[in-house]
């Protein structure tokens, strides 16, 4: 090397290679790595042998120019004594003239140059694309970093929001216990204070007729008429003094009854409407099929790529099967379905309005009762688990109930969640439910008359780990009104919502993780959701309000990222 560093600045100087001179270095050559003055390159340099084909730059090209690789003298791995002369691009390996003559005559052969431009652009293109995947990486980490940073932020500050109110509740009740205990002191005191008036003149009384009553003894023990008769003419007026009047009842202290807080009275914890990462998702429709329906209200695929469609409220349930953009009418019912799901054994299990128990129709498309009843309550939504069990979302309006309970094969209830650990009602209306791989159940709550609801998340013996309310980016100028539910193969949880061209996408604890909003692919009003046996979404979809149409339309939609 002629310096520590390379040449333009703060370098060591040193002398031509050739004379030792201190002649100022002016050329290098680099197929000898020699660094030579302007007259060692004339007149020694040029006297090497083969001189005339070695590479010399000038010093200031040094750095910009690299040494070429010899490719003339490299040795076969496979015959002594031979030298490898072009590149198999078959077999990816260099061949000596033996090799080719051997095995490789017919293969694809290249100069060992190409073969090495080729593969040096291949570790190029490799080495930027791993600089550019380096670089996405470290952006992401550096993203990360600040969302680890942002969240124990916030952390701490809702941390302190909460111990702030904390005392503010605390201080709160304190002082409320405060009025409880003068308020009942102060209604104490009336309450004695008017039965003392009246105990006191009571005893006034009482002490004025004992006088009287003596002094009646000793008119009667006078010996002398005379002044008997004197005195009894007072006695007698004092015979018919009137007892003083007491009230006929006093107001008694009031009687502590103890409430209950609850979650309005403390808080809660929500959503803030920050997505806290970015999922790639994709959906592409695979097929349209158009339906002579109102309305497309539930789907329930079967084993046999036919698939049960139900438009609820129109009444009209069909077994359909594709056949083209068609859809073939199989079997069809006119029947009020509110809720339906296929059994593993290709059973189609109804939810029928004002029907206690489940309705069955069987492979041959028989209706029957099933053994599944849930009186009082009135079955509206189905979820089968397996074959062996399945949960049904029922309600009664006129008793104010409603439930999840969990039936096995039999028909027997193994399990009803209604209430909270503090007796209080889980559900308005459950509607939907669906289940994922860690036991949660995901049930469709509708809390009002205008489908405004919820999505409540139940983990083990029916208690509550989340309830999504919906999303302020999502949900700025129309309520979260959940309509349809079902979970994906990768176990997270779709939901729409009624008259907006959204999926919500949840973990399978019920938070949000990501959204697509359906117009992105044409599908203006998506409503029921169903996956078949090959991991395809079944889209559904509803009419606009006040359409007169019967052209309900149904996607089959290829699904990726979730």
């Known amino acids: 090397m002629a310096s520590s560093q390379p040449f333009g600045g703060g370098q060591v100087p040193v002398n031509c290679k050739l004379c030792k001179t201190d002649r100022p270095i002016q050329w290098k050559c680099m197929d000898c790595s020699i660094m030579m003055c302007a007259h060692c390159k004339e007149n020694v340099h040029s006297q090497f042998k083969n001189a005339l084909d070695h590479k010399i730059i000038k ?33 990816e390996i260099l061949v000596c003239p033996t090799c080719v003559a051997k095995i490789h005559k017919k293969h ?46 916030k952390y ?20 409320y216990f405060k009025e409880l205990k003068i308020k009942l002191e102060h209604n104490h005191e009336t309450v004695l204070s ?79 409407g920050n997505l806290a990462a970015e999922i790639n998702i994709s959906l592409v429709i695979n097929n349209k099929y158009q339906t002579e329906l109102d309305a497309i209200e539930s789907v329930s695929p079967c084993l046999d790529q036919s698939f049960w469609i139900s438009s609820g409220i129109y009444k009209v349930l069909q077994r359909v099967k594709p056949e083209g953009t068609n859809l073939k009418v199989m079997s069809e019912f006119n029947i009020d379905v509110c809720g339906m799901a296929v059994t593993p054994s290709n059973q189609l299990l109804l939810c029928v309005y004002g029907k206690t128990s489940l309705k069955q129709i069987s492979s041959s498309g028989e209706l029957t009762d099933s053994v599944y009843d849930v009186s009082p309550l009135l079955p509206i939504a189905i979820h089968v688990v397996s074959d062996n069990k399945l949960i049904v ?48 159940i995901h049930v469709v709550d509708r809390i009002s008359d205008d489908w405004c609801g919820k999505v409540m998340v139940l983990g083990q013996e029916g208690h509550i780990i989340n309830q999504y309310t919906g999303h302020p980016t999502i949900n700025k100028s129309e309520p979260f009104k959940p309509v349809h539910i079902v979970t994906t193969p990768s176990d997270n949880v779709v939901v729409t919502g009624l008259n907006i061209p959204i999926l919500h996408i949840l973990n399978d604890n019920g938070h949000l993780v990501s959204y697509f909003n359906t117009v992105d692919i044409g599908i203006k009003r998506p409503y029921a959701l169903a996956f078949n046996t090959t991991g395809q979404l079944y889209i559904g979809c509803n009419k606009a309000a006040g359409s007169q149409t019967k052209d309900a339309k149904l996607y089959v939609i290829n699904i990726e990222g979730f």
């Open 59 to 91: 010093r200031e090209e040094i750095g910009l120019h690299k040494e070429e690789l010899d490719f003339t003298n490299i040795k076969c791995n496979e015959h002594t004594g031979q030298s490898s002369c072009l590149y198999c691009n078959t077999c």
């Open 108 to 153: 694809d052969l290249i100069e060992i140059s190409d073969a090495y431009n080729i593969k040096v652009e291949i570790l190029k293109k490799g080495q930027s694309k791993m600089q550019k995947s380096n670089y996405t990486t470290n952006a992401k980490k550096d993203q990360l970093n600040k969302l680890v940073s942002a969240e124990n932020i």
């Open 156 to 175: 701490n500050k809702e941390k302190r929001n909460i111990q702030s109110h904390e005392e503010t509740v605390k201080e709160q009740v304190e002082q």
């Open 194 to 272: 008017t039965v003392k008036s009246d105990l006191n003149a009571i005893s006034l009384f009482t002490k004025q007729k004992v006088g009287k009553i003596n002094e009646f003894q000793d008119c009667i023990d006078l010996s002398n008429a005379s002044d008997f008769f004197k005195e009894v003419k007072k006695m007698e007026k004092f015979t018919e003094t009137q007892e003083p009047r007491t009230r006929p009842s006093y107001t008694s202290s009031p009687t502590f009854v103890p409430g209950n807080l609850n979650q309005s009275h403390i808080g809660s914890l929500q959503d803030d």
């Open 393 to 440: 979302g029922a309600g009664n309006g006129k008793l104010k109930r409603s439930a999840v309970i969990i039936m096995n094969k039999k028909g027997d209830k193994e399990a009803v969640y209604e209430h909270d650990e503090h007796n209080q009602p889980l559900f308005n209306n459950a509607r939907y439910i669906t289940t994922t791989c860690n036991g949660n």
